[in-house]
C-alpha cells in the first residue's frame, strides 16, 4: 500500500526522473490480463515522436490523427506477456490523457493460471538512461512487483 502511494505521488508530481508503471491484474470473472500502462505524456511524446518521426501533440487540438495506433504500435512492440512459453496476444484498447499522465489499456484472451510468466515492459528504456519501469501483477491470489530499469526489460515469475 506504501508502494503504490509513492508511486502515484512520484507520478503527479513534476518529474526530474523517468519511470513507467505497469499493472496487470487478473479478472478472476472474465479470465482475462487487464493492463494498464502509466506514463508521463511527455516522455511518451518524446518516444512515439523519435520512433516514427511525428508530431503527435497529445491533448491539443492539433493532435496527430494516428495518435491512438501510433502509440499502441510503440507500446505493443515494448510489452509482451509470456505464459507458460507462449506469447499472449494482447488487444491494444485505446489510451486517456489525464493531468501529465498518459493511461494505456490492454486485454488479454482467457487465461489459466500459468506456471510462469515472462513479462517485458521496455517502454521509454530505449529513450531515457535513468528511464525506471515497475510491474505490479495481482491475480490468481498472488501479488508481485517486478523493476526495470536501464537495459533490462525483462524477467520472469514463477507462479506456485
Not at 495518435?67 to 506477456?81: C, D, Q, S
Not at 486517456?96 to 488479454?108: G, K, N, T, V
Request: net charge neutral; aromatic share 10%; proline share 2%.
Amino acid at each position: 500500500m506504501i508502494l503504490y502511494s509513492l508511486i502515484g505521488w512520484l507520478l503527479v508530481a513534476a518529474h526530474p526522473f523517468h519511470v513507467a508503471v505497469c499493472e496487470i491484474n487478473h479478472n478472476s470473472s472474465s479470465q482475462k490480463l487487464e493492463i494498464t500502462q502509466k506514463v508521463f505524456i511527455d516522455d511518451l511524446e518524446t518516444a512515439v515522436n523519435k520512433a516514427y518521426d511525428v508530431k503527435l501533440l497529445l491533448g491539443n487540438p492539433k493532435q496527430h490523427a494516428s495518435a491512438k495506433e501510433l502509440i499502441g504500435r510503440y507500446a505493443t512492440e515494448r510489452f509482451n506477456v509470456v505464459s507458460d512459453n507462449k506469447k499472449m496476444e494482447l488487444a491494444y484498447l485505446g489510451f486517456e490523457l489525464e493531468s501529465d499522465q498518459a493511461f494505456l489499456y490492454f486485454e488479454s484472451k482467457k487465461i489459466k493460471k500459468p506456471a510462469e510468466l515472462r513479462i517485458t515492459f521496455t517502454v521509454l528504456l530505449e529513450q531515457f538512461a535513468d528511464q525506471s519501469n515497475l510491474v505490479h501483477l495481482k491475480g490468481w491470489g498472488d501479488r508481485k512487483t517486478l523493476y526495470l530499469s536501464g537495459k533490462k526489460g525483462a524477467d520472469n515469475w514463477i507462479l506456485p
